[in-house]
């Protein structure tokens, strides 16, 4: 008779209130997650662990243990800008902040950039982000920015920004012809190399985004689509953020931009679409059809006053939503934890019912919802899905008393309560300290880049305070 094996593991998350996110929302108290490899192996009450052996245990007494969140649109280049364009909605935004810091960013800045912004990140418990870089968007700065996330541990995607050739939508709109850098042709070519580089299965995925459907041309979107089908990717797209996108887009094409979308065949699966703030009931329920997903992003929408989320709308008929932070120069903080708490708060004002989205709900879209988005076999702490997962400190004052944890979480909890992240089994985030990067040299180089991009970017006047 073979003696019974005992259970083996790499890392045991033990003790915790362990939030699983599955389909019965099961909570465990007093429970411990086992993680091998890259992988969860096993998830339950911690008498059943008593004999499991372990290279490593992290005590999770008095913490919640749930699934990484995911971004699922963030602009890491506008780290160096948090704060500026105070009182603007989209357009102006855009047009008198925006575009000028975007056209005189530096291939180093954009890497500092993103250094502060993954620091950032890891600290606050995002485990992926879908990362839209445009700024400046040549191959080998693309490709540093997907280097820079991956080896401070995070997963995701770079989904490279396009625009391609100048449209009349773009003329009337005021941009600037500093931000059309390649022609169509072009812009394909590269983002075709860039995934060639990183194909589907790679820790940072490069995706190609065609950076606004309102005013980029038609062709970069077709071609979008083309190379998310030939490299099976996801592809990625501002969609419908200011009131203005459909009305412009009507008339320009004489149809508004998803139902292009849907009726040219385009809108699909692996479509990601930001925002998505100004759709009309027949357009929701294309996106639903055709699986298409979008990234929810109540900061940002708030701060620029764009619009709310028809969310129960896209729900109701199936549509995957997932969160994101849109930037630290427009959701200022990369804080899922203050999404989740906002996207509840915008729905209810927007409805006038206090039941039209709830904690539990807003959890799912920063966890389980955003990993469908990304296209990640995680989300969910159950034996067989991918290790990204996070310690939250319950002990805070701001926290306690816990009665129920996830409503804690969503209404209490911030991205500085997280104490462990882990990303694919491996720790990257412990002790107050990312332990992939060098975070002081993230924030100095910042600090220093920041000061003279403002200055060469002429936006001094944005940092000073409004006149009454």
């Not at 429970?31 to 091998?36: K, L, P, S």
């Not at 149809?255 to 849907?262: D, E, F, M, S, T």
């Not at 729900?315 to 200022?332: E, K, Q, Y």
């Not at 882990?422 to 332990?435: A, E, P």
């Amino acid at each position: 008779m073979t003696p019974p094996t005992t259970p083996h593991c790499d890392l045991l998350l033990t003790g915790g209130t362990v939030i699983t996110v599955d389909d019965a929302r099961t909570i465990h108290e007093h429970a411990t997650v086992a993680i091998r490899g890259s992988r969860i192996v096993a998830v339950g009450p911690d008498d059943e662990f008593a004999d499991w052996r372990t290279d490593s245990v992290i005590d999770c007494r008095g913490k919640a243990v749930l699934p990484g969140l995911v971004d699922g649109h963030n602009h890491l280049a506008q780290a160096l800008a948090r704060g500026l364009g105070e009182g603007m909605s989209i357009v102006p935004w855009l047009c008198e902040f925006m575009w000028p810091y975007s056209i005189a960013m530096s291939s180093q800045d954009a890497i500092a950039a993103a250094r502060l912004g993954v620091v950032e990140a890891l600290r606050a418990g995002t485990t992926t982000i879908i990362e839209n870089h445009y700024a400046p968007s040549d191959l080998t700065t693309t490709m540093a920015v997907a280097q820079v996330m991956e080896q401070a541990g995070l997963r995701g995607a770079v989904a490279r920004g396009m625009l391609g050739d100048r449209t009349e939508i773009a003329a009337r709109r005021g941009q600037p012809d500093g931000l059309f850098r390649y022609d169509t042709a072009s812009e394909l070519a590269m983002t075709r190399e860039a995934m060639q580089q990183r194909p589907r299965g790679s820790m940072v995925e490069i995706w190609p985004a065609a950076l606004n459907l309102a005013y980029v041309d038609q062709r970069v979107v077709r071609g979008c689509v083309d190379l998310a089908t030939e490299f099976d990717t996801h592809w990625h797209t501002h969609c419908c953020e200011s009131s203005g996108d459909p009305t412009s887009y009507l008339d320009a094409y004489g149809v508004r931009p998803v139902q292009w979308l849907a009726k040219a065949g385009l809108l699909d699966e692996r479509a990601t679409l930001a925002h998505a703030i100004w759709l009309d009931a027949e357009e929701i329920e294309q996106v639903a059809i055709a699986g298409a997903k979008i990234a929810h992003n109540p900061s940002s929408n708030a701060y620029l006053a764009s619009g709310t989320l028809r969310l129960r709308d896209l729900r109701a008929l199936g549509a995957t939503v997932a969160l994101g932070s849109d930037g630290p120069s427009c959701g200022h903080r990369q804080d899922l934890f203050e999404a989740m708490k906002l996207t509840v708060y915008a729905q209810r004002l927007a409805t006038g019912d206090p039941t039209a989205c709830r904690a539990e709900e807003a959890l799912e879209l920063a966890t389980r919802e955003g990993a469908k988005y990304a296209g990640i076999d995680a989300g969910v702490l159950a034996p067989g899905k991918l290790a990204d997962i996070i310690v939250v400190g319950l002990d805070r004052p701001h926290i306690q008393p816990v009665h129920n944890p996830v409503s804690s979480l969503v209404y209490s909890a911030r991205g500085a309560d997280v104490e462990v992240t882990i990303v694919g089994g491996r720790i990257v985030y412990q002790h107050g300290r990312c332990l992939l990067i060098d975070e002081d040299a993230a924030i100095d180089e910042a600090r220093e880049r920041a000061q003279q991009l403002v200055a060469r970017a002429g936006m001094q006047a944005l940092r000073q305070p409004l006149s009454r």
